[in-house]
């Protein structure tokens, strides 16, 4: 054998004299791998698509850049995500700065991003190209959605910066136009955490309750000035298009310049090409009603006197084909005369008919007839004023009896009613004595005794 040559391996690992290569633990080579990587790659820049993004509960951010070729794990910790100017998105190319730096526990390496930034502008439309498919699909930007914007408000709500020209601009187009009361929510509007504080402003100047120490707007108006697309990119925003879309009050999005468009302008119930126009799309010419509102009187001034005017002379025309009085009333004058005429005659056969009635009525009534039929009248009143004299309730009471009643005059027929009644008044035919049930003779009561009942006869005439 000869002794240049390596030795056989044997069963045990055994450190030869003088050997340069002494076996490392896996963590001693993960460690020093990682001191390598971070040091040749401490500050890189990786541009890259985005697949398999997602947010941890802990606010890191896990995802994947890849390319044609490769691929490479990367990592966003709390504190740089929360400083992101856009959402990231699968399918986005962008740039991520950072360290290149190793993850012992799976053998991997991967990048630790520091900033995450579009891969120029065409990654930057194509994220809003998406953005605005996927918000679209929802139902955000339908017309059914949008409502209409009040004619005349007299509470405008702006959203925009306060020291940009921005508000300037609208407070003077309103003046000029037609001056209302204007409530401003001062936010920043480009820069990191400007989306979340115009939405937070849209939805709480929605929230605002009527009647309320601070006025609820009638109307909005989401504003800035010109930019870039990055500069104008808070309101191309995922929350904001939705704070839009959500608030109950009509709401004009003028964001940026004429050819400047957001996706808050199709969330908006209104689009205005620049913050002067929104003024004006918001309230209606002061003057310019003034003029219509005199203008529209004078209209209906001069409507009026035309409808009299048609008025009288169709009236003069109906008076010149109507017929004169004496025409009209020719018919009937003349009925009147020919019953004037006949009335004489008419009412003297009427008495001649009756005289001849009365002639002949006379001549059947003799005075035999009349003596007799009341001589039989008479007998039969006689004799009815006979029968009423023997029935009478008092003839009785002649030939010794007493008629029993009680004090309210309601005779009595048995004893057991008497008893009672106990209170009796007993009736004699000269007079009433009152009497107690059970108990002896009663004492007279002192009463004018009342004259028996006389039966007369009629006087016949």
């Known amino acids: 054998m000869n002794d240049d040559s390596p030795p056989d391996a044997g069963l045990l690992a055994i450190e030869a004299p003088g050997d340069n290569a002494p076996a490392l633990s896996v963590s001693e080579l993960s460690s020093a791998l990682k001191r390598t990587v971070e040091g040749a790659f401490d500050h890189i820049r990786v541009r890259g698509e985005i697949s398999g993004f997602k947010r941890v509960g802990s606010g890191h951010c896990y995802f994947t850049l890849k390319d044609e070729g490769a691929c490479i794990d990367a990592v966003i910790w709390r504190g740089s995500a929360a400083a992101l100017r856009f959402a990231p998105e699968d399918g986005i190319e962008v740039v991520a700065t950072g360290k290149l730096t190793t993850y012992p526990a799976r053998s991997r390496y991967q990048i630790v991003v520091e900033r995450l930034e579009l891969a120029g502008q065409g990654a930057l439309m194509a994220l809003l190209d998406r953005r605005r498919r996927q918000l679209a699909a929802e139902g955000l930007f339908e017309d059914s959605r949008k409502k209409k914007l009040p004619f005349a408000p007299q509470v405008i709500g702006v959203v925009t910066s306060p020291t940009g020209a921005v508000i300037r601009d609208i407070l003077h187009r309103l003046e000029d136009r037609c001056p209302c009361h204007v409530i401003l929510w001062p936010v920043p509007v480009q820069g990191e955490g400007a989306a979340s504080k115009i939405a937070a402003a849209v939805a709480g100047f929605d929230a605002l309750p009527p009647g309320g120490p601070v006025p609820r707007p009638d109307l909005l ?232 009942a006389k039966v007369e006869q009629p006087k016949l005439l």
Request: aromatic letters at 4%.
């Open 221 to 452: 108006i989401v504003a800035r000035g010109g930019g870039s697309i990055e500069d104008l990119w808070a309101f191309n925003e995922e929350e904001v298009v939705r704070a839009v879309a959500e608030s109950r009050i009509p709401v004009i999005s003028a964001v940026g310049h004429e050819t400047d468009v957001s996706l808050c302008d199709f969330a908006a119930d209104r689009r205005a090409p620049t913050p002067t126009a929104a003024a004006e799309l918001a309230v209606p010419v002061r003057s310019e009603l003034v003029a219509q509102i005199r203008d529209l009187g004078l209209r209906a001034e001069r409507c009026a006197r035309r409808t009299l005017e048609r008025a009288s002379e169709q009236l003069r025309t109906c008076l010149r084909a109507w017929p004169e009085r004496q025409t009209l009333l020719a018919p009937q004058q003349q009925r009147l005369d020919e019953l004037v005429e006949r009335l004489p005659r008419a009412l003297r056969g009427r008495l001649d008919r009756a005289r001849g009635e009365l002639g002949q009525a006379g001549g059947a009534l003799r005075p035999g007839l009349l003596e007799g039929a009341h001589r039989r009248a008479r007998e039969r009143l006689d004799a009815l004023w006979r029968v009423a004299g023997l029935v009478h309730p008092n003839r009785p009471l002649e030939r010794g009896y007493a008629r029993i009643e009680d004090r309210s005059g309601r005779t009595l027929i048995s004893a057991r009613a008497a008893r009672q009644a106990r209170l009796l008044r007993l009736v004699f035919h000269d007079g009433a004595v009152e009497a107690v049930a059970g108990e002896g003779e009663a004492r007279p009561v002192p009463r004018k005794p009342s004259a028996p």
